[in-house]
C-alpha cells in the first residue's frame, strides 16, 4: 500500500500530494523511524532546535493510527492518574500526573503557532450509563482536581442533553480541556512545520533493516541514513523490524463509520459540537464533523485484524444512541490499530546507547503521543530527566507470548465485558 486507507480523513486531507522516496544513502543527526504523532513531535522538537532530523515513514505521513483515530482530544492516559500512582508509586506518579495535560497544550499551541488547519473544537463529554458509572466520573474529576485540572463540570441527565441528546445516559462529565480534531490534517500540518525548520521526510521508504552501533544506519529498500541516534515511533506498524520491541505489545484493531452529511440534524444530537466516549470498558466514541456528518467509532479486535463488516459491526451501536439515524447512508467506514501494553501505560526505553523507542498509548494517543515526542527529543538533547521517568518503569509482557496474547486478553477482557453488560 502506498496511500491512506481509504477514510473520511484521507478523503478529506488538506494535503493529497506525496513525499519523494528515500533512494540514496544520507547522513544526519537524528533519524526517527515512523511519521505519526509521535515521530512527528519529536521531530518537530529537535529541528526547531536547529537539530539535523530525517523521519522515515513506511507509506504516508500519519498512515498508521495518527491519521485514523476518532480525533478526540482526550487528556491523560489510558490508566487513571490514581491507578498509575497506585501502581508505580507517590514519586512516578506525581511526575506522570504533572504531565498528563501536556500533550493537549502542545496540540494547541501549535495549531495556533503553525496556523494549522485541523478543525480544532474544544470541550469533551464522557457519559455514564449507570449511577455506578457516574460515581466513578466524580472520582475521577476529584482525582484530577488534585492535580490542578479544575476545568471539569458533573452533569445529571437533563443537563447532559445540552451536549448530546440521546437516552442512554444517566449523566456526563464534560471535560472543557479536552476537544477533538482532524487528526490527519493535523499531523500533516506539523510534519510541515518541521519540514519548515529544516526537517526531512520520506515516505514509502520503510525501515526495513538496523545497524545498531556507534554509528546506526538505518537501511530502506533503495537507500540508507546513517545518523549518530536513531527514535523507533513505529507503534502497532513496526512490523518485525525490531522483534525485542514488538514482543512488548499487542497491535488492535478499532473501527470506525461516518455517515452521509446530515445537515442540521447534525447539531441536533449534538448541540454543543463536544466530541463524546462513553464510561464503558469496550466503549464507543463519537462526533460530529464541520460538513454535519456523524462520526462514530468503538469496538476492538485484539491482533490486530479487521471485522468482516465495519458498517455491520458499529452502526447498531450507533442506532442505540441515535435511533433518528436508521435511514442515514454510511460514506466511510476504516480500521486502523494501535499498539496495546500489558499494563495500558505507554512504554519508553533504549537499545544500547544509540536507541530510543516510545509505543503503547494502549488506544489514549493523540495526547500522549504528543507528549512522549517531546521527552524523546529531551532525551538526545541533553536532558532525559523526563524519559527515564516512563522508561525507568517496570516491564511486564503479555501471558503466554506473542503466540498466545491475543486468546489470554480476550479472556481477559470478558470480565470487563460482563460488567459493561450488568451495568457495574
Known amino acids: 500500500m502506498t496511500q491512506h486507507a481509504p477514510s473520511y480523513y484521507a478523503a478529506t486531507a488538506n494535503r ?42 513506511s507509506v504516508r505521513v500519519g498512515f498508521g493510527a495518527s491519521g485514523r483515530n476518532g480525533g478526540q482530544i482526550v487528556n491523560g492516559y489510558s490508566r487513571d492518574l490514581d491507578v498509575i500512582a497506585d501502581r508505580y508509586g507517590p514519586g512516578p506518579g506525581k511526575a506522570i500526573g504533572a504531565m498528563a495535560l501536556e500533550g493537549g497544550a502542545i496540540i494547541r499551541e501549535r495549531v495556533k503557532k503553525y496556523a494549522i488547519k485541523c478543525d480544532l473544537t474544544e470541550g469533551g463529554l464522557f457519559c455514564a450509563f449507570s449511577q455506578k458509572q457516574l460515581e466513578g466520573l466524580r472520582h475521577h474529576k ?27 445516559y444517566v449523566g456526563a462529565l464534560l471535560d472543557h480541556l479536552g476537544g477533538h480534531i482532524h487528526p490527519l490534517n493535523l499531523v500533516q500540518g506539523e510534519a510541515e512545520a518541521a519540514e519548515s525548520h529544516g526537517a526531512t521526510i520520506y515516505e514509502n521508504s520503510p525501515a526495513i533493516a538496523i545497524e545498531n552501533g556507534q554509528t546506526p544506519v538505518v537501511k530502506t ?77 468503538g469496538g476492538i479486535v485484539y491482533g490486530g485484524t479487521d471485522s468482516e463488516s465495519i458498517t455491520a459491526k458499529i452502526r447498531p451501536n450507533m442506532l442505540k444512541t441515535f435511533p433518528s439515524l436508521k435511514d442515514a447512508k454510511i460514506d466511510y467506514a476504516w480500521s486502523g490499530n494501535f499498539a496495546l501494553t500489558l499494563t495500558r501505560f505507554p512504554q519508553m526505553g533504549r537499545l544500547g546507547d544509540n536507541l530510543l523507542f516510545s509505543h503503547g498509548c494502549s488506544g489514549h494517543g493523540v495526547t500522549t503521543t504528543h507528549l512522549l515526542g517531546r521527552l524523546l527529543a529531551e532525551a538526545v538533547t541533553g536532558d532525559p530527566t523526563r524519559f527515564n521517568i516512563i522508561a525507568n518503569l517496570p516491564y511486564y509482557p503479555f501471558p503466554g507470548g506473542r503466540l498466545f496474547r491475543v486468546p489470554a486478553t480476550i479472556a481477559g477482557s470478558w470480565y470487563y465485558r460482563a460488567r459493561d453488560a450488568l451495568g457495574l
Not at 536513531?230 to 484493531?253: D, F, H, K, Q, S
Request: aromatic letters at 6%.
Open 16 to 57: 493529497q500530494t506525496a513525499r519523494l522516496a528515500l533512494t540514496t544513502t544520507i547522513t544526519t543527526e537524528i533519524c526517527i523511524i515512523g511519521a505519526g504523532f509521535t515521530g512527528i513531535s519529536a521531530a518537530l522538537e529537535l529541528a526547531a532546535k536547529n537539530i539535523p532530523v530525517v523521519v522515515l515513514e
Open 142 to 168: 476529584k482525582i484530577w482536581s488534585e492535580y490542578g485540572h479544575q476545568a471539569m463540570d458533573i452533569l445529571d441527565h437533563d443537563q447532559m442533553q445540552n451536549h448530546v441528546v440521546t437516552t442512554r
Open 221 to 297: 529498500p533503495n537507500g540508507e541514513v546513517r545518523c549518530k541516534t536513531i527514535l523507533v515511533c513505529g507503534n502497532a506498524y513496526l512490523g518485525n523490524l525490531l522483534p525485542e520491541i514488538t514482543a512488548r505489545i499487542m497491535p488492535v484493531t478499532t473501527q470506525i463509520i461516518a455517515t452521509e452529511p446530515l445537515g442540521d440534524e447534525a447539531a441536533k444530537l449534538l448541540p454543543s459540537n463536544v466530541c463524546v466516549e462513553d464510561a464503558n470498558y469496550v466503549l464507543d466514541y463519537y462526533r460530529r464533523t464541520p460538513d454535519t456528518r456523524i462520526l462514530y467509532g
